[in-house]
């Protein structure tokens, strides 16, 4: 316990340093760290406190405070890995033994965030009572996602869909959609989704998804709004495998 309270005190202590390794581990990716004020920021801060508070107590600390953070939980957890990484450059010798430490409160983190996403849309997910369409679409081969416009979150899919991401369909719902697009592809993907916020016109169009194993799957999508309620608007896609 000792020993998480050094460290404890140690993050605190070095949290420029730290910041510096993280901008220089995304100038070196070509990327940029979370931008102040996004979901992905207060995410990460919220991490750093949490962290420092848990190893102070051994590890006893209870759940991360989540209230009113609605980051994507895989965009979350990159950020809160890189700070990692960063923490664990800056230790240097040391590093491997703070990577032991902080490695599990990364995935009590990730779980976290994944538990209270999920929560927000297990109100939203279509009812039993509501899945006459949706059972017809479970027997079809092509794979099926029901995905919110607002957000972009999936919130529904069909076993078809399932295999074909080797995701559980409880990871999928609550996630979100562009996860699972291959990150060169995701501009055309947002945009043909904001085609139906704008219009009630099916969309057909290419796309290449992603895989739990990170397999790009070149699909042909064709996507329809629905609109269940008179202020939600989903979006109804089928894919067939090129």
Known sequence: MQRG???AGWLVSRRAAVDRALALRALERGDAPPAPGSPESEALRRFRSWAAA?????GGEAGPPLDGV????????RAVQ???GAAVDVAGPHGAELRGLLAPLAARF???LTG???ARHAARAPRPARRAVVGAIDRIADAF?????????????????TALLRTPREALLGAAAERFVQPDARALWSDELAELVESDEPRRFRAVWVDALAHPIAVEAHATRHQPTRDRLLALILARVL
């Open 116 to 118: 209270a996403r999920l």
């Open 70 to 77: 609605r980051a994507d939980p895989a965009r979350a957890l």
């Open 82 to 84: 890189e700070w990692c």
């Open 5 to 7: 309270i050094e460290w």
């Open 145 to 161: 996602l029901a995905v919110d416009l607002a957000d972009g979150v999936v919130v529904d899919a069909n076993p078809a869909a």
């Open 110 to 112: 990730e779980a976290a």
């Open 54 to 58: 848990a190893l102070r107590r051994g």
